[in-house]
């Protein structure tokens, strides 16, 4: 989302769900948001396959519309379809069923008794977060890395909605598989939750032995005492920093701490199952370094980006293999026949205009030699593997018969190139067309 008014669509077959949603939010939430409803599936994924909106509202499950429907539409092409979806659900029978949609780029959903309650606040989290929202964005900003700070309240509700967000575009900017986001999602919101619950919370092992034992939720205890007046004023910071090899996070709470030190082996088999430790056990699992500080109040975890893992990739390239490329091999020349368009699926490519480096192409540039490709000019910059890579190569004849398949491709492929040249003007304006055309 940029600024000013954002354009959300609210798909579902209840035509008072507009107003329902309205009635939450802050003068009809009309400072940023206007709901654009759409009762009808085939229109609702015209709408996402051509405007590309970065947030949807959803009503799951529906039988009317075809939401399920819907959702294994958006699996089969998640790149395209990179919307971030706030799912609303009849029930919580529907919350569970989605947890088997890991491809529909869910940020969170909402049960039935949640929605008034937290939706108010999902959609401020969102707001106020709108770099981590839009994973598949059309090219990069000046700005590699990506940091920011967030104070949660001691809300579990807020933590997933964080932990989705965060692994979701680590995801879907071609840094982390699919495992490893599952993984990193369960971290982070079990981290979270261990700093809202036994930090915030002051839930002691014990306690929560006797309440697990009794049959109840563990979720119940939390919102029976994040109630009491000296809980609900402390917050849970979480901090993240996003660079292009690694992603690190800080998570601290207001609590007294705990003894870190003597924590049980949660990978000892006799461990495995109890209903303890879980937090740190997937979080070991998932992150390269772990440490807590002398208080027990605050973990610092970082995790390697996985490019080898990564493998998200447009369905307009299905069929089309991609190959590796050895730092410092010569991708094109300056002056070659502008014949392919490549596709980065991997590494860094410097960008090189009569001698001199101009610019670094990564795979959040998605593709390289796509004015040229077009326009059927010469390549007007040389590009070099910075580092080991990968590429796809696409001929014109694969091009066309691709988007004769995929048509909402042509789409995205002109919003790319008008983005690129945006940016090339901007950073290489003494250059004539910047480095956009290559």
């Keep these: 989302m940029r600024g000013g008014m954002q354009q959300v669509p609210l798909i579902g077959s ?7 949603i309205e009635g939450l939010l802050p003068d009809g939430g009309a400072a940023w948001l206007e709901l654009v409803p759409f009762g009808d599936l085939r229109k609702a994924l015209d709408h996402l396959t ?16 075809g939401s399920r429907e819907l959702l294994d539409a958006v699996g089969t092409d998640p790149w395209l379809i990179h919307a971030g979806f706030v799912v609303l659900c009849e029930s919580d029978e529907a919350v569970e069923r989605l947890e088997e949609l890991r491809d529909a780029n869910i940020v969170v959903a909402l049960g039935p008794g949640e929605i008034e309650r937290q939706l108010p606040r999902v959609l401020e989290i969102i707001r106020n977060n709108r770099r981590i929202l839009f994973q598949r964005q059309i090219g990069t900003d000046l700005v590699r890395d990506i940091s920011g700070q967030f104070r949660l309240g001691n809300d579990p509700i807020e933590a997933r909605c964080f932990s989705s967000l965060i692994s979701n575009f680590l995801f879907n900017t071609n840094r982390i598989g699919d495992r490893t986001r599952d993984a990193l999602n369960v ?3 079990e981290l979270l939750l261990n700093a809202i619950e036994h930090g915030n919370c002051g839930i002691g092992y014990e306690e929560k032995s006797r309440w697990l034992d009794s049959g109840r939720p563990i979720i119940e ?3 029976e005492r994040r109630r009491a007046p000296e809980v609900a004023a402390r917050s849970v910071t979480f901090e993240y920093n996003i660079a292009p090899e690694q992603s690190s996070f800080v998570i601290t709470d207001e609590g007294r701490g705990f003894d870190w030190r003597t924590t049980r082996d949660a990978t000892r088999l006799e461990n495995l199952l109890k209903p303890h430790g879980r937090g740190i056990l997937m979080a070991r699992a998932s992150a390269d370094t772990l440490t807590y500080n ?4 605050q973990v610092r975890f970082e995790i390697a980006h996985r490019l080898d893992e990564a493998s998200l990739s447009p369905a307009l390239l299905q069929g089309i293999e991609t190959r590796d490329v050895a730092a410092g091999e010569i991708v094109f020349r300056e002056g070659d026949p502008g014949d392919s368009l490549f596709y980065i699926a991997k590494g860094r490519y410097d960008v090189i205009v009569r001698g001199k480096t101009v610019a670094c192409l990564v795979p959040d540039d998605l593709f390289m030699g796509q004015l040229s490709f077009l326009l059927k000019q010469p390549r007007t910059a040389t590009i070099r593997a910075g580092s ?9 004849s694969a091009f066309v018969d691709a988007i004769r398949r995929r048509p909402h491709y042509a789409l995205l492929l002109s919003r790319l190139l008008a983005r690129r040249v945006e940016r090339a003007n901007r950073l290489n304006g003494n250059l004539p067309g910047g480095t956009s055309s290559l």
């Design 50 to 65: 051509v405007e590309l909106p970065e947030l949807v509202l959803l009503s799951f499950p529906d039988a009317t519309l």
């Design 14 to 20: 209840d035509a008072g769900l507009r107003a329902r």
């Design 187 to 189: 971290a982070i919101y």
């Design 388 to 396: 080991p890579g990968r590429l796809a190569e696409i001929s014109k």
């Design 221 to 223: 205890l939390i919102e």
């Design 294 to 297: 002398d208080r027990g109040n």
